[in-house]
C-alpha cells in the first residue's frame, strides 16, 4: 500500500522534525515492510498560481493552439504562453511554471518561441506535476486559490511517499487509520481514530431511503445504504483529494467515485456509490443464481458462479459484491441522486470469487483480509456526509440497514504465554499493555487472561496471534538468534544422500535439474493419453488453487517436465535433457473420496505419536519420484561426425543409470504404457530386499509382449552404448512375486508430443524413487569395491535367442552361470545386438563381452574357459541361447 506520510501524520502526530527513514525503519520494526520511502514534490520550484487575463485562438496549425495572458498578479507586467489545452476559460485559475522553474522528472521551463510567438513559461496539466495521469487538459485550481502564491507549498505537493508491503494477516493495517494506529504505538505517541464521533444524531432505520436485505447471512452479515440527493454533477473532487489519492496510486474519476475511494483509503472500509435513477427495486445480498451474467464496469460480461456473492435489485445483479460495480448502475457524468453501499462480506467468499473472475480490486484486497465489522454504519455516514458537502447535495435521514448477529470472539489466555514463545520475559503487565495498544479488552490477572480482540482485527483468534503482537511491540530484535545445531555423527539421511548420488550421476550424463510446478489441470490427464476415470479420481483436489486451471496435485512428473521442455524449444533450445526429482500426491486405496480431513494440530507442543498417525492416515499418498525427458540431438554434430538424436534407449540407459547408482538389482523388459510409444516402452522392474550376485535370487519375469527392451528394430548390426556391471545380473530361480514394477521409459507416443508441443520423437522415463530407496535400504552400507592388481582376461560371447527375449534376461543368466563358476565374472557387457538372414527369421544374435579377475592370481586360460562354458550354459537353460555358429 501507497500511503502519503502527512496523511498517517493528522492521526499519529510525531514531535518535529520528522524522519521519514526512522519511520520506516519503526514500521518495518513491527512488521509493516516499507518497500521504499519516495520523496514527492521535493524538487519541484517556481510554479505559482496565475490567472487566465486574456485567451487568443492561434489558426493555421493541425490542432488547437492558444496564446494566453496571464497575471501572477506581482505587480510585474502580464505574461504571455502558448498552450495547447481548451479546457479552461479566461478568469480560470491556474498553476503557472515560470521560466527557471524545475518539475517532476527534471524537466526544466525556459522562454521560448513557439508557433511564431513567443512562451513565458508553461501552465501546467496534473501529469506535468506529478499529482496524477491525467494529462489531457490544464489543472484548473479552484476559486479560492491565492493569484501569486507558490502553488507546491498552497496545494502541499511537498510529501513523502510510504510504500508497504502489508502481509495477509495484517488486513487491518491497509488503511491509514490501521497504519497511523501502528504508527502511533511504534512511537508512543497519542492516535486519533479518523472514525471520529461516530454516528450522526437520530440516526435510524428509514422508509425515505432505498430498502436493503442479506438473503444469505453466509454471504454477508453487514449491509447499510444511504442516500444522497441533489448533487451537482459539475462539482469537483478537491485538489486536496486528488493529490492524495494520486499519491496512494489511485486516479480521480469523478466526485462520488473518489469520496469512496478516499473513505476506503483512509478508514479500510471499501464502500459503492450507485446511480439511484438506475435502480429497480429492493437492494438485496444473495448468491448467484444459474445462467446469471453481469456486465461489470471495465464492459466485460461474465458468467456468474453460484458461489459468487452479488448485490441485487429486482433487475438481478447489480455488483459483483466487494470486487467491482456494474455497468447498468455505474454513477455517470450527469448522475444527482446517489446510494451510498456498504457492508461486510465473507473473507473467503470474496477471495475464492476475486479470482475465479481474475478480478483483483483495492476493495476485493480489503474484504479478503478481513475488515472491521462494525464499520459501515460510520464509514457510509461519513461518505454521504462528505459527498453532500462537496457536492451541494443533501443526505437523507436515517439509512437502510440489515445484518446478523456475529458472535464476540473471547480468547483465554495465560499471561506467560508470550514469554514462553519468545524466550523472555515480558511480566504479565507489559503483556496487558501491549494488548491494550492493539486495541484488545483485557480482563482478569494473576496468571490468566481473558481477551476480546478489537473489530477491526479479525486475524486474532487464538493465544499465538495475541503472542505475536506482544513480540512485535516489544521489539523482534529482542528475541534471541540461535544457530541450531546438528547433532554429531548424523549428517544427511541415507535417502539424502541416494538423492544426492544419482542426482550427480544424472548431472555427469549431460542431464540439467529442473524444479516443475507441483500441481496440474484435468487436461494433463488426456494430453497423457490417460483416459479413464481411475486415473482422474486418483487425483487430490485443491480446496483453494492458485489457478483454477490447475486445480490438481501433480501424480506424475512428466507434464511440468514436457511443459519446460516445451518453453525451451519454443525459444530455440530444442537439444534436451532434463530430470526432476520431487514428489506427487495420490489418493490412498483406503480412502478414494478423500473423505479424511487433516486435525488442527497445536502449536505450543509437540504433536503426539496418536495425532502423527491421524495425520498421516488424513494425508494422500506422497510418494518421490524421478524422471527425465530427451528431445533432439543426444550428441552435437561437429567436427568429430554427425552426431546423434535421443532415443528410447537413452531414456532407458537413464533409468538404468538411477538404479546402478542406487545399487538395486533390475530387469528391463518390453511393455505398452501410456504416455509411451506402443512399441517403443519399457518397464523397469527391481527385485525389493536384494542387491548385489545374492546367490538364489529370482531371475526377472518375462517380457509381456513386444519387441525385447534393448533389441533393435532394423536389420543389420550397430554397437549397442551400453555397459552394467556384472554385480547387476540377476541368478537363477523362478519367485516373479518379488520384482516390483519401479516405472517405465522409452519414446513418447506421437499424439503427446503434439499435445504438449516437444519436439519429433522426444523420449522420457519416470521412476518410483521411493521404492527403489526402500530397495537400496534393504541393502545396508556399500561394500568397498574389490580392486585386484592382477591381469584381466577377456572372451567375448554371441549367442542366438528368440526375438522376444529381453538382452537383460541373458545377460542376467550369463551372470547367474559365471557366479556358478567361482565368481570370477568381473563386468558384462552387450555390445552388439544383429537381426537379420544369418540368424533366421524371428530370432536375434546378441554379442557380450564378458571379463574375469581374481583377486589373488593369474586366471589361467582352462579357469577362463570353464567360467565361459558355466555362463554360457546357464544362459540356454534359462532363456534357450544358442552359441552363434554353433552346429
Not at 153 to 177: C, E, F, I, M, Q
Not at 780 to 795: C, E, F, L, W
Not at 855 to 871: H, N, S
Request: proline fraction near 7%; aromatic fraction near 4%.
Amino acid at each position: 500500500m501507497r500511503v502519503p506520510l502527512s496523511w498517517l501524520l493528522e492521526y499519529a502526530p510525531l514531535p518535529e522534525p520528522v524522519d521519514a527513514g526512522e519511520v520506516a525503519r519503526r514500521l518495518t520494526g513491527i512488521g509493516l515492510e516499507v518497500e521504499s520511502v519516495e520523496p514527492a514534490g521535493q524538487d519541484v520550484r517556481d510554479v505559482v498560481v496565475a490567472r487566465v487575463l486574456d485567451i487568443e485562438e492561434l489558426t493555421g496549425f493541425r490542432k488547437p493552439i492558444r496564446h494566453c495572458r496571464v497575471t501572477t498578479g506581482d505587480g510585474t507586467a502580464t505574461r504571455q504562453v502558448i498552450c495547447g489545452a481548451a479546457n479552461f476559460a479566461v478568469g480560470d485559475l491556474v498553476p503557472l511554471a515560470l521560466p527557471g522553474a524545475r518539475l517532476p522528472g527534471g524537466l526544466e521551463i525556459g522562454v521560448s518561441k513557439r508557433y511564431g510567438r513567443i512562451s513565458d513559461g508553461m501552465i501546467c496539466s496534473a501529469a506535468e506535476l506529478g499529482i496524477g495521469d491525467d494529462h489531457s487538459g490544464i489543472l484548473v485550481l479552484p476559486p479560492e486559490a491565492p493569484v501569486g502564491a507558490d502553488f507546491i507549498g498552497w496545494a502541499g505537493l511537498r510529501d513523502v511517499v510510504l510504500d508497504v508491503n502489508v502481509t495477509p494477516d495484517k488486513g487491518h493495517a491497509l488503511s491509514v487509520r490501521g497504519m497511523a494506529r501502528e504508527l502511533a504505538t511504534a512511537f508512543g505517541v497519542p492516535f486519533t481514530d479518523p472514525v471520529g464521533t461516530g454516528l450522526p444524531e437520530r440516526d435510524a432505520d428509514s422508509a425515505d431511503v432505498w430498502p436493503a436485505a442479506i438473503a444469505d447471512p453466509s454471504a454477508c452479515d453487514r449491509f447499510v445504504l444511504r442516500e444522497v440527493r441533489g448533487i451537482d454533477p459539475a462539482r469537483r473532487t478537491p485538489l486536496a483529494m486528488t493529490i492524495r489519492l494520486a499519491r496512494a496510486g489511485m486516479r480521480a474519476v469523478s466526485l462520488a467515485v473518489d469520496v469512496t475511494n478516499y473513505l476506503m483509503l483512509e478508514l479500510g472500509q471499501p464502500l459503492h456509490a450507485f446511480d439511484r435513477s438506475a435502480l429497480n427495486g429492493p437492494i438485496v445480498v444473495r448468491r448467484a443464481r444459474p445462467g446469471e451474467r453481469l456486465e461489470t464496469i471495465d464492459h466485460v460480461v461474465r458468467d456468474l458462479d453460484p458461489d459468487d456473492i452479488l448485490i441485487t435489485d429486482s433487475s438481478g445483479p447489480i455488483s459483483l459484491a466487494g470486487v467491482m460495480g456494474g455497468l447498468a448502475t455505474e454513477v455517470r457524468g450527469a448522475t444527482t441522486d446517489v446510494v451510498i453501499e456498504a457492508a461486510h462480506f465473507s473473507a473467503a467468499g470474496i477471495g475464492r470469487m476475486s479470482r475465479r473472475h481474475r478480478l483483483f480490486s483495492e476493495a476485493s484486497a480489503r474484504f479478503e483480509r478481513g475488515v472491521d465489522h462494525e464499520l459501515q454504519l460510520v464509514a457510509s455516514a461519513k461518505a454521504a456526509a462528505m459527498l453532500a458537502a462537496l457536492g451541494g447535495g443533501a443526505v437523507v435521514q436515517g439509512r437502510s440497514f440489515a445484518s446478523t448477529p456475529i458472535e464476540p470472539v473471547r480468547i483465554v489466555m495465560p499471561a506467560s504465554y508470550p514469554d514462553q514463545v519468545a524466550g523472555l520475559s515480558y511480566g504479565e503487565q507489559t503483556v496487558i499493555a501491549r494488548l491494550r495498544e492493539a486495541g484488545c479488552e483485557v480482563a482478569g490477572g494473576g496468571g490468566a487472561l481473558t481477551v476480546r480482540p478489537p473489530s477491526w482485527r479479525p486475524d486474532l483468534r487464538d493465544p499465538s496471534d495475541l503472542a505475536e503482537e506482544v513480540i512485535r511491540f516489544e521489539g523482534y530484535e529482542r528475541v534471541g538468534v540461535r544457530m541450531p545445531r546438528a547433532v554429531a555423527g548424523r549428517g544427511r539421511t541415507p535417502g539424502q544422500r541416494l538423492r544426492g548420488a544419482i542426482a550427480r550421476a544424472l548431472a555427469g550424463a549431460g542431464y540439467v535439474e529442473v524444479i516443475g510446478s507441483p500441481f496440474a489441470s484435468s487436461a494433463d490427464f488426456d494430453r497423457m493419453l490417460l483416459a479413464s476415470d481411475d486415473a482422474r479420481r486418483g487425483a487430490v483436489r485443491v480446496a483453494n488453487p492458485i489457478r483454477d486451471e490447475e486445480p490438481l496435485v501433480r501424480t506424475t512428473l512428466l507434464p511440468g517436465l514436457f511443459r519446460i521442455a516445451a518453453r525451451n524449444a519454443g525459444r530455440g533450445f530444442a537439444d534436451l535433457a532434463l530430470f526432476e526429482i520431487g514428489s506427487v500426491a495420490r489418493r490412498r486405496e483406503d480412502d478414494p473420496e478423500g473423505a479424511r480431513t487433516a486435525p488442527i494440530l497445536a502449536v505450543d507442543r509437540g504433536p503426539t505419536a496418536e495425532e502423527i498417525a491421524e495425520l498421516e492416515a488424513a494425508l494422500p499418498d506422497q510418494p518421490r519420484l524421478i524422471a527425465a525427458v530427451l528431445t533432439g540431438q543426444r550428441e552435437a554434430a561437429g567436427w568429430w561426425g554427425s552426431g546423434r538424436p535421443a532415443s528410447f534407449h537413452d531414456a532407458i540407459e537413464a533409468a538404468r543409470l538411477v538404479l546402478r547408482t542406487s545399487r538395486v538389482r533390475h530387469a528391463v523388459r518390453a511393455a505398452r504404457r501410456e504416455p509411451w510409444h506402443p512399441g517403443r516402452c519399457a518397464e523397469i522392474v527391481v527385485l525389493a530386499g536384494l542387491g548385489g550376485p545374492a546367490e538364489g535370487a529370482p531371475a526377472p519375469p518375462a517380457a509381456r509382449g513386444g519387441p525385447a527392451a534393448g533389441s533393435r528394430p532394423a536389420a543389420g548390426s550397430r554397437p549397442a552404448a551400453e555397459s552394467r556391471p556384472a554385480a547387476e545380473s540377476g541368478a537363477a530361480g523362478s519367485d516373479d512375486a518379488r520384482w516390483l514394477v519401479a516405472g517405465y521409459a522409452g519414446e513418447l507416443h506421437p499424439r503427446v508430443v503434439a499435445a504438449f508441443r516437444l519436439p519429433p520423437r522426444a523420449c522420457a522415463m519416470e521412476l518410483d524413487l521411493s521404492l527403489i530407496e526402500r530397495a537400496a535400504a534393504a541393502l545396508g552400507p556399500t561394500p568397498a569395491p574389490r580392486i585386484s592388481g592382477y591381469p584381466v582376461a577377456t572372451q567375448d560371447v554371441a549367442l542366438v535367442v528368440d526375438a522376444g527375449v529381453p538382452a537383460s534376461a541373458v545377460e542376467a543368466a550369463l551372470a547367474a552361470g559365471a557366479a556358478q563358476a567361482g565368481g570370477l565374472l568381473e563386468q558384462v557387457r552387450l555390445f552388439d545386438v544383429y537381426i537379420g538372414e544369418q540368424v533366421g527369421p524371428g530370432r536375434k544374435s546378441l554379442a557380450y563381452t564378458l571379463r574375469f579377475r581374481a583377486p589373488d592370481r593369474t586366471l589361467t586360460d582352462e579357469e577362463v574357459a570353464a567360467a565361459r562354458q558355466a555362463a554360457v550354459a546357464e544362459a540356454s537353460r534359462l532363456t534357450g541361447a544358442v552359441l552363434r555358429g554353433a552346429g
